[in-house]
């Protein structure tokens, strides 16, 4: 008898143990597949390697629609994840969702993790943020528009990067054209040539605080500078200044990797994928040309790509996990792997601008800069 009792007294004390050390488990829904679904797996593989109190499981969903519709589906039933990544174009819909996150600035704070907002760079500091200026999704991949150019194309027409509009058109186009070359490309047309022509401008894009303070907001895009710019577009068109070919983002990417267009407005995102590709070519990046008869005092660039969300309803434990999940995600060495592994990953901004000093050297200045 005084060994079954000796053996139950251990079994449950090995049980208690267990249970005392076992790792808390938190889930994190994403919208990457391929070799971005790869990163995402190596990024959640490193958390877990560095500590043994949490482990977090990525799961692919699908694309930025699928995932987000996904989320609100399962926050309905009560069978949320814990995280949640979320592309700009939806951040607006879960910010707006009082009550289905917790606030990525609070999240942090109430489980120890530093937050300073101005820790973060311009461009994203308050991308994901309420009206107030809180943040409530944390940055992950982001990226912003640049002027990509072909160093030979310039050099051979004897022309640098233009810095404005002004310049590009009465200088480095025509040279540009006689050198051969198209001088210009762009994609992602709404993106690169209306939302972020209003931030380079720092114009607002609506009213209602940018849309922040309400619904019944009304766009802006209508306006006097706007149109000038696309009168402007359209004239480069009628003169060889600027092609269009197609809606799809490699349509007008292609030419420019082809050596036809010498240079093309495109995602800062790109910059890895073209690093890995036998172009025949030297290329670099700037910031986007600006109207200087629209602003003296150009501002930056916004960011698109997508954000993590800490979805509610979660257990205090499982929230704690997240928190120290964000905080690995914003370390220098974590931004180092995101922005250096075979420049894979979409990010080449990096969120942090303590992080920049780790990828100093590694990447044109124009992108590791306040973008």
């Known amino acids: 008898m005084n060994n079954l009792k000796f053996c139950a007294t251990a079994a449950a004390l090995a049980f208690t143990a267990t249970a005392a050390f076992a790792e808390t488990e938190i889930t994190w829904w994403h919208a990457h597949g391929g070799q971005l679904g790869e990163t995402v797996n190596k990024v959640a593989e490193k958390f877990n390697e560095s500590q043994d109190e949490y482990t977090i499981t990525p799961i692919y969903k699908g694309s930025y629609e699928e995932t987000l519709t996904a989320g609100i589906a399962a926050f309905r039933a009560g069978e949320q994840p814990n995280i949640m990544q979320v592309f700009d174009a939806g951040a607006a819909t879960v910010i707006a969702a009082k009550g289905a996150t917790v606030p990525v600035q609070d999240l942090l704070a109430e489980n120890g993790v530093e937050f300073d907002i101005n820790d973060y760079i311009a461009g994203v500091r308050y ?49 540009l054209k006689e050198a051969g070359y198209i001088p210009l490309s762009q994609s992602h047309l709404p993106w690169i040539f209306t939302e972020n022509f209003m931030s380079r401008h720092n114009l607002p894009f609506a009213t209602n605080n940018n849309g922040y303070d309400g619904m019944d907001t009304e766009i ?27 809606t799809g983002w490699g349509d007008n990417a292609k030419p420019f990797e082809e050596g036809k267009v010498a240079m093309w407005l495109g995602s800062s995102g790109s910059f890895g994928g073209l690093l890995q590709k036998d172009l025949g070519f030297e290329f670099s990046a700037v910031e986007l040309p600006y109207w200087e008869a629209v602003t003296a005092e150009p501002t930056q660039t916004f960011i698109g790509g997508a954000a993590l969300f800490a979805m509610s309803g979660k257990s205090d434990e499982e929230n704690k996990a997240t928190a120290e999940f964000f905080r690995f995600l914003t370390a220098p060495e974590t931004q180092y792997f995101l922005t250096s592994d075979i420049f894979s990953y979409k990010s080449l901004i990096l969120l942090c601008l303590g992080c920049q000093k780790a990828l100093h050297g590694l990447f044109s200045p124009a992108i590791v800069s306040e973008c």
């Open 127 to 175: 991308f994901y943020a309420d009206s107030d200026g809180k943040m409530i999704g944390m940055p992950f991949n982001s990226s912003t528009p640049i002027l990509y150019y072909n160093v030979d194309a310039l050099e051979a027409a004897g022309v640098t990067p233009p810095k404005t509009w002004e310049e590009f058109q009465s200088t480095t186009a025509p040279a």
């Open 220 to 246: 802006l895009v209508n306006n006097d500078a706007i149109k000038a710019h696309f009168t402007a577009v359209t004239e480069w068109k009628d003169n060889g200044m600027f092609e269009w070919y197609g």
